[in-house]
C-alpha cells in the first residue's frame, strides 16, 4: 500500500518561496499520476498541480500558473511543488495525492497524504 508523507510547509513572507516534498512508500511511484491540493481556512479542497508519470505532462490551476512549480523524481519516489511569489491566498494545508489512472486536474485521486501547513504573511 502506498503512503505519500508531505514536508517542506511553514511560515513565509509575502513575496517569498517555499518548496514542497513528498514521499511516497512502495514501489509503484512511477505508475502514479500525482498531484497537490490545497485547502484554505473556510474553503474547499482545490487542485493546484499535477504531473503525468513520466514527469514530463504537468498542469496546473489557473491561480498558480507561473508561480508554481510541479516535478517528479521517481528514482526517489518523490514528488515536489515548487512555490514562487506567494501571496496571502496561497495560505492552506497542502496535500499530497496519488492514482493509478490517467487524467492529472482530476478529483479521483485515491491516496492522500496528511497534509503540510503553508501560511503567507504579510
Known amino acids: 500500500q502506498v503512503q505519500l508523507v508531505e514536508s517542506g510547509g511553514g511560515l513565509v513572507q509575502v513575496g517569498g518561496s517555499l518548496r514542497l516534498s513528498c514521499a511516497a512508500s512502495?514501489?509503484?511511484?512511477?505508475?502514479?499520476?500525482m498531484a497537490w491540493f490545497r485547502q484554505g481556512p473556510g474553503k474547499e479542497r482545490e487542485f493546484v498541480a499535477g504531473?503525468?508519470?513520466?514527469?514530463?505532462?504537468?498542469q496546473y490551476a489557473d491561480s498558480v500558473k507561473g508561480r508554481f512549480t510541479i516535478s517528479r523524481d521517481n528514482r526517489k519516489n518523490t514528488v515536489y511543488l515548487q512555490m514562487d511569489s506567494l501571496n496571502s491566498d496561497d495560505t492552506a494545508v497542502y496535500l499530497c495525492?496519488?492514482?493509478?489512472?490517467?487524467?492529472?486536474?482530476?478529483?479521483?485521486?485515491?491516496?492522500w497524504g496528511r497534509g503540510t501547513q503553508v501560511t503567507v504573511s504579510s
Open positions: 495525492a496519488g492514482k493509478f489512472s490517467l487524467g492529472v486536474a482530476t478529483n479521483d485521486y485515491s491516496i
Open positions: 512502495g514501489r509503484t511511484f512511477s505508475s502514479l499520476t
Open positions: 504531473v503525468h508519470r513520466n514527469g514530463v505532462r504537468t
